[in-house]
């Protein structure tokens, strides 16, 4: 069904000003959350904008996607990189060091267009490859592995530290013309990796269709459950299913459910809270690897 035309108006207006929000600062939100609202001014204009968003949902003038995608522009300023980077053990990376063969097909076959290099340990990240510039670079070869050293097709590595709130990060993807970020801890340790495309699926999404849970990791049941790996990050879920877990505490889910009971759980144990039943189903060493989550049916109200 095709929404009203004063509907458009409303999503084009929270959408600027969300926008603004994000790249002109507090000071110019706080003008357009006053030119919105005039009767509260005890209330934050983002706390305005995203009540607004609620109600145009709850009414039908907004899909969730909408919604989402207008809230994703009021997170960015309440998260920091290590709530949406890609974990070091996830990270795909190429080691330096390793025969020009290996190191080029790793590369091509790799479903990413840039992989960070690692020399000596993985923690020791020395670059970051494009596979343009290594094609490039094997056009100029002949096509001849050998002739291909990798460190000299890298780009400096750019490392952030995960402390950075992601607003600041996005502006600084574009002032640097940059689409990917080493994260690192206070101590200078390899936390992970963070592209300008993480931030932006932060505002528009990865769900193809609004009702369906298209998420790497994530399963749908029959019976209504779902299989979830332990390393899905809990805000992934909360989007996809519109649920409202708490990440305040824990990043994925496995680390919710570790927060919550307070250890790490063996497998088939069970826990219910937030709404939900959670039931560790593989476990490895201390890493919680996979999980069915199901919601806990409400008692009748008495």
Avoid: C
């Amino acid at each position: 069904m095709t929404a009203a035309p004063w509907a458009v108006v409303a999503l084009l207006t929270l959408f600027a000003a969300g926008l603004a929000a994000i790249l002109l600062g507090p000071f110019l939100l706080r003008l357009v959350g006053f030119a919105i609202v005039r009767t509260a001014p005890q209330r934050s204009a983002e706390d305005e904008l995203r009540g607004t968003l609620e109600v145009l949902h709850r009414d039908g003038t907004f899909v969730k996607a909408d919604r989402d995608r207008v809230g994703g522009l009021l997170d960015l300023a309440e998260l920091e990189v290590s709530d949406v980077m890609i974990h070091r053990t996830a990270m795909r990376m190429v080691d330096a060091d390793a025969p020009p063969e290996a190191v080029v097909r790793e590369i091509l076959q790799s479903p990413y267009t840039r992989m960070p290099v690692w020399r000596i340990s993985n923690d020791n990240i020395v670059g970051v490859v494009h596979a343009k510039d290594l094609l490039r670079a094997l056009h100029e070869v002949q096509n001849d592995f050998s002739k291909i050293d990798v460190l000299k097709v890298a780009s400096k590595p750019w490392f952030v530290p995960d402390t950075t709130d992601l607003r600041e990060q996005l502006n600084a993807f574009l002032r640097r013309k940059a689409h990917i970020a080493i994260v690192v801890d206070e101590y200078g340790e390899v936390e992970g990796l963070v592209t300008l495309e993480d931030i932006i699926e932060e505002i528009v999404g990865e769900i193809a269709d609004e009702h369906d849970v298209d998420i790497q990791g994530v399963r749908q049941q029959a019976d209504g459950s779902i299989l979830v790996d332990g390393s899905v990050p809990i805000r992934d879920l909360n989007r996809a299913l519109d649920w409202t877990l708490p990440d305040d505490e824990a990043t994925t889910i496995a680390g919710l459910v570790i927060h919550e009971a307070q250890s790490i759980p063996e497998e088939k144990q069970a826990f219910t809270f937030h709404g939900k039943r959670f039931v560790v189903l593989k476990r490895e060493k201390n890493r919680i690897v996979r999980l069915r989550v199901k919601a806990v049916e409400e008692p009748p109200a008495r």
